[in-house]
Nanobody
Framework: VQLQASGGGLVQPGGSLRLSCYASGRWFDTYSMAWFRQAPGKEREFVASISWSDGATYSVDSVKGRFTISRDIAKSMVYLRMNSLKPEDTAVYYC???????????????????WGKGTQVTVSS
C-alpha cells in the first residue's frame, strides 16, 4: 500500500484548506484511513479517521465542527477539509491506513500500518 498526501500550504487564520491522500497498491474494504499531524517539538497526534467500507468517521474534539474527513472510493482518495483554521493547527499532516479496520475512537500511531509522506500546513497571518 502506498499513500500520497498533498494539499498543504500557507493560510491565514480563519481560512480553509483541503488535504488529499491517494491510496494505491493492494487494498481491502476493511481498511481504516486516518489523518494525523505533528507540530514542531510535539508528538504525532490523531486528527480524524474514516471507515473505507461504510464511511463512518471519528475525529478529535479539537477539530470537530471545523475539519471533515471523507473518501471517494472510485478515485481511491481520502480528504481532510479544514475550515476555520487556527495557528495551533500548524503541523505536518500525514495520511495513514490501518489494515485491522475502523473503530470510533482515538488510535495510537502504532496501530496504523501504512503512512504517506507528510504535507505541511502553516496557519499564520
Amino acid at each position: 500500500v502506498q499513500l500520497q498526501a498533498s494539499g498543504g500550504g500557507l493560510v491565514q487564520p480563519g481560512g480553509s484548506l483541503r488535504l488529499s491522500c491517494y491510496a494505491s497498491g493492494r487494498w481491502f474494504d476493511t481498511y481504516s484511513m486516518a489523518w494525523f499531524r505533528q507540530a514542531p517539538g510535539k508528538e504525532r497526534e490523531f486528527v480524524a479517521s474514516i471507515s473505507w467500507s461504510d464511511g463512518a468517521t471519528y475525529s478529535v474534539d479539537s477539530v470537530k465542527g471545523r475539519f471533515t474527513i471523507s473518501r471517494d472510493i472510485a478515485k481511491s482518495m481520502v480528504y481532510l477539509r479544514m475550515n476555520s483554521l487556527k495557528p495551533e493547527d500548524t503541523a505536518v499532516y500525514y495520511c495513514a491506513a490501518d489494515a485491522s479496520g475502523f473503530y470510533p475512537g482515538v488510535p495510537s500511531v502504532d496501530e496504523y500500518d501504512y503512512w504517506g509522506k507528510g504535507t505541511q500546513v502553516t496557519v499564520s497571518s
